[in-house]
């Protein structure tokens, strides 16, 4: 299969790359090769290249800076989302489109299945959830697949690292460290995002998916995980939510279930501790 991988130099769309170059042929689209806000030069990057598959990793994410700037996040996650969606159906060519958590707004306090109906409480979750529908509603085959608290091996381009690389520095800088232990998540590493994506592409069961590491685990539980794995001496202290200032409404669960994955036999997902172990012996250096 031709797959063009949107993103291609971020934190996920370089996992995308490494795991779906050993079997596909794929064309990596950075910044510079396509502006997805722009319709033409979606048109014009994609009758270039003719792919069977675009995958989609692009967005505008850093959530305070949303809050700040509306029209440019929707501009990326909505608009951007929905040129894809359009071009993909005239071309008849299949999308692939990541998506969030944050679309839930936490108030389930148990696993969000993807029947459940999302609540977004800030910018960034809510035009997440705008380009949600227009991939699901303007292209007739698509996947959006949600995906929770990712870290990589290559940072994150719009946050310059991930909760695991932030970590990792503050231990070594700081004389001690606090994190939330009321926000529970379930991080997962892009690797493992990439070979469940790399099963759910070899069907046409399109639609809507979550796509987590097994479990849930509060950030100062996956901190000390953190800790524990790679002997840090720094003292670590659970703090509250409440003890940072609220810049931006957020939800303080947003666990998911792979329901959907589950019931097309997908399970790559490893449980969030094997997977953050992994990642430390293997990524990081
Ligand atoms: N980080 C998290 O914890 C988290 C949680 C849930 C969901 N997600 C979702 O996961 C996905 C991937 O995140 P990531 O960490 O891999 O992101 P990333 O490292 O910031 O990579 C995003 C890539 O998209 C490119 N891009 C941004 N705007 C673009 C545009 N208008 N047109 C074309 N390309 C554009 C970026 O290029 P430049 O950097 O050169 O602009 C970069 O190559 C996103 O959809 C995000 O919403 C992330």
Known sequence: MKIAIIGANGQLGSDL???LSAVHQIVEWNHA??????????NSAVKAVSPDLIINTAAYHVVPQAEKDPNAAFAVNGTGTLNLA?????????????????VFDGQKQAPYV???????????AATKLSGEQFALNYSDRSWVVRVSGIYGKVPCRAKGG??????????????????????????????DIAKATAALIQTDAY???????EGQVSWYE??????????LTTPLYPAS?????????????????????KKLGISEMNDWKSGLINFLKNQVR
């Open 222 to 231: 996956f901190a000390r995980a953190i800790w524990d794995t790679m002997g």
């Open 17 to 19: 790359v490494k795991e």
């Open 207 to 213: 639609g809507l998916y979550h796509m987590s590491s």
């Open 241 to 261: 939510v409440k003890d940072f200032p609220v810049t931006v409404k957020r939800p303080f669960y947003s666990v998911m279930e792979n329901k959907a994955l």
């Open 114 to 124: 993807e029947e459940d109906s999302p609540n977004p409480l800030n910018v960034y």
């Open 86 to 102: 359009r071009v993909s159906q005239d071309l008849s060519i299949r999308l692939l489109h990541y998506s969030t958590d944050y």
């Open 162 to 191: 991930n909760f695991v690389t932030t970590m990792l520095k503050l231990a070594k800088e700081k004389p001690e460290v606090r994190v939330v232990n009321d926000e529970v998540l379930t991080p997962t590493p892009t690797a």
């Open 33 to 42: 090769d396509i502006e997805i806000t722009d319709i033409d030069s979606v």
